[in-house]
């Protein structure tokens, strides 16, 4: 399973909470990926890395931050939760010369009341 | 920009009948095209590539320049096939694959 782990896997918060979700990884690749999956939508980057306190904005980042202070973990943070970003959040990774091939984390469900 | 379009949301199939899964992609410069499937309680995963040009579980993709697509292709569907399909798409040299909106496909025994 490629070495990648997510906590928690399911949270249920209520509206304006702060949450952060972990991602971590021991195959010491470089690159480090948030996304989250809803339904009609599919899979949206939020944020990515690059490397350590290297990261870029994907897609859908307004509403969260990221941070990557080693290579190992990639943390997701919903600054004030809201409703429209209950989804369920991938995380996955991939190494350099390696595009395209990711692998991925086994996902957090997250519930805004 | 990369755009990867899905028209399709569920497909439902009986077994030993023929599976298609469109896929159409907008992007500028030379893509990298792939399928990954996510079956029950399983963790999405790459199915196959183009650059591979390989088999994979008796599907197969051709990528098709002029028409900007990337089929998923199976003459015989089988019950172990249900699954969500994504559609995803990478600029060459770049790390940051973009996704379909995804299928859902339902063999029916």
């Known amino acids: 399973d490629a070495g990648i782990t997510q906590s928690p896997r399911h949270k249920v918060t209520e509206t304006g909470t702060p949450v952060t979700l972990r991602c971590h990884q021991t195959e010491n690749h470089r690159y480090m990926y948030w996304y989250r999956q809803d339904p009609g939508h599919g899979l949206r980057l939020i944020h990515y890395?690059?490397?350590?306190?290297?990261?870029d904005k994907g897609e859908v980042s307004d509403g969260y931050s990221v941070s990557r202070s080693k290579t190992e973990d990639f943390l997701l943070t919903l600054e004030s939760a809201t409703s429209s970003q209950t989804s369920v959040y991938f995380c996955a990774i991939t190494g350099t010369g390696n595009t395209g091939e990711l692998f991925f984390g086994e996902g957090s469900r997250l519930t805004v009341l | 920009a990369q755009r990867v379009t899905q028209p399709e949301k569920l497909l439902s199939v009986f077994k030993g009948a023929p599976v298609e899964l469109k896929c159409n992609y907008s992007?500028?410069?030379?893509?990298?095209l792939f399928w990954y499937v996510q079956y029950s309680r399983q963790r999405l995963q790459l199915l196959l590539r183009h650059i591979s040009r390989e088999s994979i579980k008796g599907f197969t993709a051709d990528l098709n320049k002029g028409e900007t697509s990337f089929h998923l292709k199976k003459p015989f569907a089988q019950e172990e096939d249900s699954a969500m399909y994504y559609c995803a798409l990478s600029g060459h040299g770049n790390n940051r694959l973009a996704f379909g909106k995804g299928n859902q496909v339902v063999v029916i025994p």
């Open positions: 992007y500028s410069g030379s893509p990298e």
């Open positions: 890395s690059y490397g350590v306190k290297d990261t």
